[in-house]
């Protein structure tokens, strides 16, 4: 199985909802990312996961929380999130033996 | 610090013409190289990849060489398809968890 998967592919959220969104592989990767993603523009690296183990954060507001419950998962929790925060939100996994990342096909989220 | 300049199109092309997108990197070490592409509405794929010098990367008919001597992985199709219509994106990783991308190619193939 080479594949990252995210859940849900579409969410609509207003400003003071709460949401979650999911990413899984099993490919064994040990480091887990998740990307903001702007139209036509190159992904922005959020955070990043090493062994379960948030190892990045690059200064992401706290109104993105994020979560590795096991090796397989990454979640990004969402509360309180302005218009602005409307985009593609990719996860990608990669072997840290290598330096190839696996992108999942993205959940477009939208704050109204 | 590292980073990778790409030609920002867009690009249009007629279908069977032949396809070039510079791509040119700085990098502290020895990085390895990588082309994806995003197809509409869709995530981004690995294309490519060469992790030394001299390495050509190819795939569904396209290729790229990690040129260390001129610090490029110029990215090359001889015929492209409409099916090529994307968004491509150079990239450079270093043992270091990140990935720098160059800021994308939009590229258009008309039948």
């Known amino acids: 199985d080479t594949e990252v998967t995210q859940t849900p592919k579409h969410l609509v959220m207003g400003m003071t909802n709460k949401k979650s969104l999911k990413c899984e592989q099993h490919?064994?990767?040990?480091?887990m990312y998740w990307y903001k993603q702007k139209a036509k523009k190159p992904p922005e690296l959020m955070f990043v996961y090493s062994y379960e183990k948030l190892s990045i954060n690059e200064s992401v507001p706290s109104r993105f929380s994020p979560e590795c419950p096991n090796s397989s998962l990454l979640n990004l929790h969402l509360h309180a999130l302005q218009p602005e925060d409307s985009a593609l939100y990719l996860c990608a996994s990669r072997n840290l033996a290598d330096n190839e990342q696996f992108f999942g096909p993205g959940t477009r989220l939208t704050v109204l | 610090g590292n980073s990778v300049t790409q030609m920002e199109g867009p690009v249009t092309l007629s279908e069977e013409a032949f396809l070039t997108i510079n791509c040119t990197y700085t990098?502290?070490?020895?990085?390895?190289l990588f082309w994806y592409v995003q197809y509409p509405g869709e995530g981004l794929q690995l294309l490519l990849k060469?992790?030394?010098?001299?390495d050509k990367g190819s795939n569904k008919g396209f290729e790229a060489t990690y040129r260390k001597e001129t610090t490029s992985f110029h990215l090359e199709k001889g015929s492209v398809q409409v099916s090529d219509s994307a968004v491509y994106f150079c990239a450079l990783s270093l043992n270091d968890y990140k990935l720098s991308f160059g800021a994308g190619t939009t590229v258009t193939v008309r039948a």
């Open positions: 490919m064994g990767h040990r480091a």
């Open positions: 990098a502290t070490g020895y990085p390895s």
């Open positions: 060469a992790t030394k010098a001299d």
